[in-house]
């Protein structure tokens, strides 16, 4: 049974969204990953070298997860759809929040939010109240550049597969859960 299947047959079976998301974003393996086992370790593994996290804090959301992008209604493709990582780790959100916290002395500098004329804070702090690090939202900091210089690198060393390899962090699982909700929910009501 394929990962639709599986939404389908749960939706079917009146079980909450929640526990949906709890057996296929959890539990199923990676669709765009199945049979290229050795490919998720070795990027899983040099994610939790690089932040030295447990690998098992480590998980796969969007179309590379279930195969397809519910918001754009598009097939995962390789070379051309992304890989989406949550890490779901509360001490590497907990040592992000407080980076940009001292970056902008405790918000009361907002200026390091602002990014070729468009201002990140509303956007940083929507996130972060729903417990999900968005390092693309992050006031500018050698630690936002580093972010992303690792995962360009990532990606480049994978673009044989992925478009790009992006990140965010979840402050627990909990948080990751509600997330993937809306995806189930974006998906019964496009059927609609």
Known sequence: MNHIEAIEKSLKEKLSYREIVRKIYL?????????????????FNEISTHFCIPINHIQV????????SFHKDAQFTPKFSD?????????LFLKYAEI???ETKGFM?????TNKDVNNFDNYSNYIAKGIFRPDYMASCKERAEWHRFFHTLSLKHNDYF????????LSQVFFE??????????VKSKI
């Open 100 to 102: 940009v916290f001292n």
């Open 27 to 43: 539990t199923y393996p990676t669709k765009a990953l199945v049979d290229r086992e050795e490919l998720q370790y070795e990027i």
């Open 109 to 113: 500098d907002l200026t390091k939010f």
């Open 163 to 170: 478009k790009s390899i992006n990140a965010g962090i979840y």
């Open 178 to 187: 509600y997330k993937q909700t809306a995806n189930i929910s974006y998906y």
């Open 83 to 91: 890989l989406d990582i949550a890490i779901i780790d509360s001490s």
């Open 61 to 68: 959301c969007g179309s590379s997860k279930v195969g397809r």
